[in-house]
């Protein structure tokens, strides 16, 4: 009797632990990709670049096409820019500055142009720039943080991250019309 009430509760307990698989997507989360880039960032720059100094953010860009940039790339700049400057880095905001290439819709292009020009009137220390590339699952972003006055690269960061509907709709969007499932690359 007793082996037959000890199988009846381990199979209720059993019951009751049971939950359904939780199959939705993920969520995107910018500040943690964004927090995760800063660290990356902070941690590979063996202190040539410190806090407090002044910093540059321009738009992440297509890699197929650096004059191209997305909604994505300007919410995972935005994102990281907003994790620099909560770690103490001055982060300048270039979008005031008239002697930038800024594209409407695009965003600030750093990669299509030379880092000097934009250090004498800024004052930065440096530039972080980067790019993003699909693959059918992933979004890869590199960063790279360079030096305003020898375009040299003083610090790398890398991620990649699931794609997702939340994703795909800002990469789908280049000048605010939106496919979700398919990214503006893709179509």
């Given at each position: 009797?007793?082996?037959?009430?000890?199988?009846?509760?381990?199979?209720?307990?059993?019951?009751?632990?049971?939950?359904?698989?939780?199959?939705?997507?993920?969520?995107?989360?910018?500040?943690?990709?964004?927090?995760?880039?800063?660290?990356?960032?902070?941690?590979?720059?063996?202190?040539?670049?410190?806090?407090g100094e002044k910093?540059?953010?321009?738009?992440?860009?297509?890699?197929?096409?650096?004059?191209?940039?997305?909604?994505?790339?300007?919410?995972?700049?935005e994102s990281l820019s907003t994790c620099l400057f909560r770690r103490g880095f001055q982060v300048t905001e270039i979008r005031k500055t008239p002697a930038l290439f800024i594209r409407q819709q695009k965003g600030e292009l750093s990669l299509s142009r030379d880092a000097a020009r934009i250090s004498p009137e800024q004052n930065a220390t440096a530039i972080v720039t980067g790019t993003y590339s699909l693959t059918p699952d992933t979004v890869i972003i590199n960063v790279k943080m360079i030096s305003t006055d020898a375009d040299t690269v003083l610090s790398v960061a890398g991620l990649e991250i699931d794609r997702d509907r939340n994703i795909n709709s800002l990469l789908s969007r280049t000048s605010g019309t939106s496919r979700y499932d398919l990214s503006a690359y893709e179509q």
């Open positions: 009797m007793k082996k037959i009430i000890l199988v009846l509760l381990a199979l209720f307990f059993a019951g009751c632990a049971w939950q359904k698989p939780d199959t939705s997507l993920p969520t995107a989360n910018f500040f943690g990709f964004g927090e995760e880039i800063a660290g990356q960032l902070v941690d590979s720059n063996s202190q040539v670049v410190v806090q910093l540059i953010l321009t738009t992440m860009v297509d890699l197929d096409n650096l004059y191209k940039t997305s909604a994505f790339g300007r919410a995972i700049t």
